[in-house]
């Protein structure tokens, strides 16, 4: 143990050492980077928003883990200075595309320039047979340093097949009746919608999603026309085995891009407001609430809800 307890702290050495190093080396413990007039934070920012072709402030926060008030505060001076333009999302308004404004780009451009120099100034002093050595290191450190990548979702989403409404009618009376106490009634309710949608149904317009999970369904929804402007969502379901594995937003994030496909200007939904959990996934997918009413339905009094998605 205290071999290894040694060997640890020798690695944790190495690596300050060789950090300390190479910052130094590489110049950026001055205030500027590259004789710019820009911070080695404020580079990297300005590279991202030039490389990415239009992006959001808390991509650039997820993706640098930099604090959000700090990566603000750049932005804004950027901004200020004429830099970086703010722009609302064509398909959100609340999304706000960061890009560079044409003195951005010019800004961008020598930084990238000078950047680029320093390199070929440091590689410039050193054999040409150690290129190749300093490079394949830096990719080493790169690749064991690299976060291994997400893994796949451990679901996978499916159209409808005969059967699965079947499925979908047993699912929903089964586990309504056993989470809320809800009656019969609402399992014909569920029979009802989905009789229509097979004998209506409109496959450029309407469309049926089922997760699969280790080769069993495992979730469901329905996109339905309501109108040509509006598109209706039905019967979210997520079976209680596979929650918290993020289906239920996928299946509503499928529901979403396929009615911005089809044309449609919004999507509303009809719930109730004990349903807690879907209320979490459709909040969290963009939608308000604009109606609700009190109603005696399956054998309970409930606060029925509309929530609203402009597209």
């Known amino acids: 143990m205290q071999a290894q307890t040694n060997d640890s702290e020798d690695a944790v050495q190495a690596v300050r050492r060789f950090n300390r ?75 706000v595309i960061l890009s560079l404004t044409p003195a951005g780009e010019d800004a961008f451009a020598a930084l990238d320039e000078g950047s680029r120099r320093e390199v070929r100034e440091m590689l410039g002093r050193l054999p ?110 997520v079976e209680p085995s596979a929650r918290g594995l993020g289906i239920g937003g996928r299946l509503v994030d499928e529901c979403i891009r396929f009615a911005r496909e089809a044309g449609y200007g919004k999507v509303t939904l009809w719930t109730n407001s004990v349903l807690h959990s879907a209320r979490k996934i459709y909040e969290a997918a963009g939608f308000r609430l604009v109606h609700e009413e009190p109603h005696h339905s399956f054998g309970h009094d409930l606060v029925g809800q509309t929530w609203q998605l402009d597209l």
Do not use: N
């Open 21 to 95: 190093f190479y910052t130094q080396r590489i110049g950026v413990l001055t205030d500027r980077l590259a004789a710019s007039p820009f911070t080695l934070a404020e580079a990297r920012v300005m590279y991202e928003v030039a490389t990415r072709g239009g992006t959001t402030a808390a991509e650039l926060c997820r993706d640098l883990g930099m604090d959000a008030g700090y990566l603000s505060r750049i932005v804004r001076r950027f901004a200020d200075a004429g830099l970086v333009e703010r722009t609302p999302a064509a398909d959100d308004g609340r999304r």
């Open 128 to 237: 040409s047979p150690d290129h190749a050595r300093l490079t394949a290191a830096m990719e080493t450190i790169e690749r064991v340093l690299r976060p291994a990548p997400a893994p796949a979702e451990p679901f996978t989403l499916r159209s409808h097949r005969p059967g699965d409404m079947g499925w979908m009618i047993h699912r929903h009376g089964v586990l309504y009746a056993r989470e809320y106490g809800w009656d019969e009634r609402f399992e014909a309710l569920v029979a009802e919608i989905a009789a229509k949608f097979i004998q209506d149904l409109d496959p450029a317009r309407e469309r049926c999603w089922l997760a699969e999970r280790d080769g069993q369904i495992a979730g469901s929804v329905f996109l339905v026309r309501a109108s040509a402007e509006v598109a209706k969502l039905r019967l979210l379901l």
